[in-house]
């Protein structure tokens, strides 16, 4: 071992072999990008690229709709995860709803090329393949948000109009505002800080980051507790009679029946990366499309800071901020009909 060459050899053997752990590390089991025809059991509409999504239609028949919606779940959702007016709401107002599985999750076709824009293309080729009619309205949730802002982007002239509930925000987005970047930030976990920082700067390391356990990581990885989550949230999801205590598990082992590559973890890398345009630049669309966006204060997951900044930019958007609610509004009583109403705008209901 006295030899330079020696001791070079074995520098190189040494390296080999942290970069090939390394490498196992890092890199995601593959995913399944097919399902067998007993897995395939919800309606399927055949987008442009070929792919196919999975959707479920509830509240009264398309063909007496007063209003169409299509909802957009969140993260780890599923086409089970309607936006969950009251029967009241659905037949007074004759609301049809359509909602699916968004590219990579449930019985959808996964998309590797996944992108702002793709999923709001997505949204639009559902709509004509169901026959909704040149505008519709839509319902997003969390993460869901950024199919939202593609389609303000990209069709607005499809949309009659459309309500965010905690869109997810995005600290690199130009033109938000250095102070309420900075509170923002500053009201993070430390894992969730860390998250942030591997979702847009390594997103090659997500898989790693969110399913290791020896450094803080994501509040939502797969394994996190809900220590992280608003007081407010932490009640809804352990509550037996709330919504989401009662259906998530149920919706989220169908959703990620792919695994988690393509749905959740494409779902971060997509949301956090450098978009091609920033919400804060969207112009107005043209004609009376009414535009709203809600927003707990307590929503420790989407800073309150982010969401006011994205909404005083725009003079055409309805902000509404709840105070002392968290992020999981879909879960209060009262909130979604009061959601689903302003939106339409029809008669008015008071959320609890």
């Not at 959808?108 to 702002?116: E, G």
């Not at 026959?131 to 002239?157: A, E, M, N």
């Not at 509930?165 to 509170?183: D, I, M, R, Y």
């Not at 992020?327 to 959601?339: A, K, S």
Request: proline share 7%; net charge neutral.
């Amino acid at each position: 071992m006295g030899s330079p060459g020696v001791w070079c050899n074995v520098l190189v053997v040494l390296i080999i072999g942290v970069v090939g752990i390394l490498v196992k590390v890092v890199t995601p089991p593959p995913g399944s990008t097919t399902l067998d025809g007993s897995q395939l059991t919800a309606p399927r509409v055949q987008m442009r690229d070929g792919r196919f999504l999975a959707y479920k239609q509830v509240g009264v028949p398309l063909e007496t709709a007063k209003h169409v919606i299509v909802h957009v779940h969140g993260y780890g959702g599923s086409r089970h995860l309607t936006y969950p007016i009251s029967q009241e709401v659905t037949e007074e107002d004759g609301v049809c709803m359509i909602s699916f599985d968004r590219a990579g999750y449930g019985q959808s076709d996964a998309n590797p090329n996944r992108s702002i824009k793709s999923e709001a293309d997505d949204v639009v080729d559902l709509a004509d393949g169901l026959g909704l009619g040149r505008r519709f309205y839509v319902t997003t949730v969390s993460i869901g948000g950024y199919t939202g802002w593609g389609l303000l982007k990209y069709h607005p002239d499809r949309l009659a109009g459309m309500a965010m509930q905690a869109p997810a925000t995005n600290f690199w987005w130009s033109g938000l505002p250095a102070s309420a970047v900075k509170a923002g930030w500053a009201q993070l976990a430390l894992g969730d800080k860390m998250a942030f920082c591997v979702w847009h700067y390594f997103p090659v390391l997500t898989y790693w980051h969110m399913t290791q356990t020896w450094l803080p990581t994501s509040s939502v990885a797969p394994h996190a507790g809900l220590q992280n989550f608003s007081p407010g949230d932490q009640e809804l999801m352990k509550l037996s009679g709330s919504r989401l205590a009662k259906t998530t598990p149920e919706h989220s082992k169908e959703a990620a029946q792919r695994g988690p590559i393509e749905s959740t973890f494409r779902d971060l890398t997509v949301m956090f990366s450098s978009w091609d345009f920033s919400p804060l630049e969207i112009r107005q669309p043209s004609g009376s499309v009414s535009v709203h966006i809600w927003q707990g204060t307590e929503d420790y997951l989407v800073p309150v800071q982010l969401q006011r900044a994205v909404a005083n930019a725009h003079p055409w958007v309805q902000y509404h901020e709840l105070p002392n609610h968290g992020h999981f509004l879909n879960g209060v009583p009262g909130i979604p009909d009061r959601v689903v109403r302003t939106l339409l705008g029809t008669r008015t209901t008071t959320a609890n």
